[in-house]
């Protein structure tokens, strides 16, 4: 019987989408990627001391995981399309954490380069197998904000996996900061276990073809389809140029600081990471949210918002070659930050629409090769030219690095995307009509 004084009851919130629940592990385990990898960076003068190495070495030993993770790579990808890859995405998290919990243990510069190295290889097969799994799960309505999730958690962990660790290091020595990222890896894949799927099951999202024809994938028609998607090609090649000049600046900017302005050591560094990381949260956030709303209209326009965002954050870092004082330096870092972060969320989305699901994940690790062997390059060079030019100039060099990789991406939307859409189509239509 109805009362007027009866309380109304409080309806349980449902709960979250599984897709969703996936997009946020994947975020914990993306800051955990890059945290564990970018740790080794600041805890370089206990470590120097205990070890009784030189900088030379350890720049041997970052090196040594730069290449290793970025040749490893494309094979990562390839496992990912034959197997599952929620388990791959499970096994990558655990091993990568072990290995983290071992660094801490090194006591000489031989274990070093190898935990390095061991690190590069069971970090690599991570992003192919989470990024085509994203891919299963959401369609073009929420796939950028699904990246945008997933990347906010890379660049958390590039920010906080150094604060933590030297921080750590401050107080009880280089070695605990390990422990703890990797016991935190080893337990957050222990929850990952209830939470990751291979195929969503939610009602209204499409499923992820049928395993036994993924299992039958072929190396070679990998590459071979791959080889027919100029869009996907245009991709590689701005990935290559915008690697180097990314890496540039991750690695020469607290310098630069240093050298011009007089910061500390510390100091550089904490403000390197604020200008250059700090507008990125933004900047993807944005982004997902544009390029998820533009998509809509025309399907092309992944390829666009990931161009534009470099043509108009690039002429900002011009400004570099007219010797700014630090106040201009903050608003140049600042705007070519936001701008540029806002076409990271389009990237793995234009892969999931270009390119039919067996062949994703290693179209992801081709991309992670490129991306982060030019990356190694542009640091070289950076390394060899700093003495006869300056890394002001080098900076400013860079507007013209990104410019080039905007309009590779343009070249891609005005010839090539539509082509590359309606072949992933026919390939879905055939295969369904084969199964």
């Known amino acids: 019987m109805y009362t007027l004084n009866a309380e109304p009851r409080e309806r349980p919130l449902p709960p979250m989408p599984l897709r969703w629940r996936i997009a946020f592990f994947l975020f914990f385990a993306a800051g955990l990627n890059y945290a564990d990898r970018v740790a080794l960076s600041s805890v370089i003068p206990p470590l120097r001391a205990d070890l009784g190495i030189t900088d030379a070495q350890i720049g041997f030993a970052g090196m040594v995981f730069l290449w290793c993770y970025a040749l490893m790579s494309p094979f990562a990808g390839l496992v990912a399309d034959r197997f599952s890859r929620s388990r791959i995405v499970l096994l990558s998290l655990i091993t990568w954490s072990v290995v983290t919990v071992l660094t801490g243990f090194v006591e000489s510069f031989a274990l070093l380069v190898i935990a390095r190295l061991l690190l590069g290889i069971t970090e690599s097969f991570y992003l192919p197998a989470a990024g085509a799994l994203l891919a299963e799960h959401h369609g073009p309505k929420s796939m950028g904000r699904a990246v945008s999730v997933h990347m906010l958690g890379l660049n958390l962990g590039l920010v906080a996996g150094g604060a933590v660790a030297g921080i750590i290091a401050e107080r009880y020595g280089w070695r605990p900061g390990f422990w703890l990222l990797g016991g935190l890896g080893i337990l957050l894949a222990v929850v990952g276990r209830g939470v990751l799927r291979d195929r969503p099951q939610e009602p209204g999202v499409a499923a992820a073809p049928a395993a036994p024809s993924v299992a039958r994938i072929r190396v070679r028609e990998a590459w071979g389809y791959l080889a027919r998607v100029r869009s996907f090609h245009c991709l590689l090649m701005s990935s290559m140029a915008a690697g180097v000049a990314v890496w540039i600046f991750l690695s020469w900017l607290p310098l630069f600081l240093s050298e011009t302005y007089g910061m500390s050591l510390g100091s550089a560094g904490a403000s390197a990471v604020l200008l250059y990381q700090g507008p990125v949260f933004v900047g993807i956030a944005l982004g997902g949210w544009l390029s998820d709303w533009w998509v809509r209209r025309d399907p092309r326009a992944r390829v666009l918002v990931k161009g534009l965002s470099f043509l108009v954050g690039a002429p900002f870092l011009a400004m570099f070659l007219f010797t700014p004082g630090f106040t201009v330096v903050v608003v140049i870092m600042v705007a070519s930050s936001l701008f540029r972060a806002m ?86 239509q055939e295969t369904a009509k084969a199964s």
């Open 343 to 428: 076409g990271t969320p389009s990237e793995h989305p234009i892969i999931s629409e270009t390119v039919p699901p067996p062949y994703r994940a290693a179209a992801i690790g081709i991309l992670n090769l490129v991306g982060a062997g030019a990356g190694g390059v542009g640091v070289l060079v950076a390394g060899l030219l700093k003495g006869k030019f300056g890394l002001q100039i080098i900076f400013g060099a860079c507007s013209v690095i990104f410019t080039l990789a905007g309009l590779l991406m343009l070249l891609a939307y005005r010839r090539w995307m539509s082509e590359d859409l309606e072949r992933a189509r026919r390939f879905g």
